[in-house]
């Protein structure tokens, strides 16, 4: 039976409802990583955020990469990641809401994010 055929005969004698249901897709989504987007480290200072923003704009710019279709919205999550870095307060409630909803950490990454906290739990502290 194809489904035009199943279509035809499924609507027959029965009422067609529409679907109430409103979902948000967006939710679903991982939110984004700002630190890997502008390739720098989960500690970085203002000034490798700054020079990094600063390569990577240059590098993915729109004008220099003419004809891709990638490069302009690459260029924008670059601009949208620099935004909230180099805001200290956006970049802190950044860092408390959004950053442990991402789940995809390889152990490399979790120990750089958390280094400090297992030095000093551990009673050897930083410099």
């Not at 055929?5 to 109430?20: C, P, V």
């Amino acid at each position: 039976m194809r489904w035009e055929e199943f279509a035809a005969f499924a609507g027959d004698g029965e009422e067609q409802y529409e679907s109430t249901i409103d979902l948000d897709l967006s939710l679903l989504s991982k939110p984004k990583d700002y630190y890997r987007i502008l390739e720098v480290k989960y500690d970085a200072n203002e000034e490798c955020i700054r020079s990094n923003y600063i390569r990577l704009a240059l590098k993915w710019h729109p004008d220099k990469k003419k004809g891709e279709d990638c490069s302009t919205s690459r260029f924008q999550e670059i601009n949208e990641a620099y935004k909230v870095l180099s805001d200290p307060a956006k970049r802190r409630a950044y860092d408390r809401e959004i950053l442990p909803q991402i789940q995809d950490y390889n152990f490399i990454d979790y120990l750089n994010r958390h280094k400090g906290l297992i030095l000093t739990c551990n009673g050897l502290g930083i410099r």
